[in-house]
């Protein structure tokens, strides 16, 4: 009950393309979502989270998009560039209560070809 | 800095030997988290402290593992007799408050020869 799955492993995306990662939870506790970016030898970086009162929240080229019945949420990145071929996580968390941790999903290898 | 920093950046060392990793929180945050990534892999959390207390060490894979905090300052990970399968990058995190948004720093490459 504690898992998140993340979906696809690796996705190829064509530049100014759509690319679209999908992560399902099972915990209905969980009330906070984030999404985090990888490069090779850094850290993850927080790229945009959502709390499940709303559908949808949008910064930049980056949406989330959540679906709180289905317990599903995802990420579009919008015109996609080169720059964005990292690794994305999802996670969530029981933000308002309990210890905070994230439990991640197990990461999706983006590349954007030129 | 303005990040969360970690040190060292790679430590290699041979079987059995204890090993110290080091994290730094960006001031003035109170709370701090450790993970585990093994590579090609997703984070496994390991421990959570609120100042130097910690409500949640449920993710420490065996007493080998400890961790401690000096006030909402400076965190150490220690691992005794180290094993093989302890290979991995060490992850540390703070947020301003509990449940607020974690910051990671770039982690420690262990290697357990």
């Known amino acids: 009950q504690q898992q998140v799955k993340q979906s696809p492993q690796s996705l190829i995306v064509q530049k100014g393309g759509i690319s679209i990662i999908n992560c399902a939870y099972e915990?209905?506790?969980?009330?906070?979502f984030p999404w985090y970016q990888q490069f090779p030898g850094k850290g993850p970086a927080l790229l945009i989270a959502?709390?499940?009162?709303?559908s949808e929240k949008k910064e930049g080229r980056f949406t989330i998009s959540f679906n709180k019945s289905a317990k599903q949420f995802s990420l579009h990145i919008m015109d996609s560039q080169p720059g964005d071929s990292a690794t994305y996580f999802c996670?969530?968390?029981?933000?308002?209560?309990?210890?905070?941790?994230?439990?991640f999903g197990t990461g999706t290898r983006l590349k954007v070809l030129a | 800095g303005a990040g969360v920093s970690q040190s060292p950046s790679n430590k290699v060392t041979e079987k059995g030997k204890d090993v110290e990793l080091r994290c730094d929180p960006i001031?003035?945050?109170?709370?701090l988290y450790w993970y585990r990534q093994r590579l090609g892999q997703g984070l496994e959390f390991l421990i959570y402290f609120q100042g130097n207390s910690a409500p949640d060490k449920s993710g420490l894979p065996s007493d080998r593992f400890s961790a401690e905090r000096t006030g909402e300052s400076v965190s150490t990970l220690t691992i005794q007799r180290t094993q093989q399968e302890d290979s991995a990058v060490y992850l540390c995190?703070?947020?301003?408050?509990?449940?607020?948004?974690?910051?990671f720093g770039d982690g420690t490459r262990l290697s357990i020869l």
């Open positions: 995190a703070s947020s301003l408050v509990s449940g607020g948004p974690q910051h």
């Open positions: 959502i709390r499940p009162d709303v």
């Open positions: 915990n209905t506790a969980f009330d906070y």
């Open positions: 996670a969530a968390s029981k933000g308002t209560s309990g210890t905070y941790k994230y439990i």
């Open positions: 001031s003035g945050h109170t709370a």
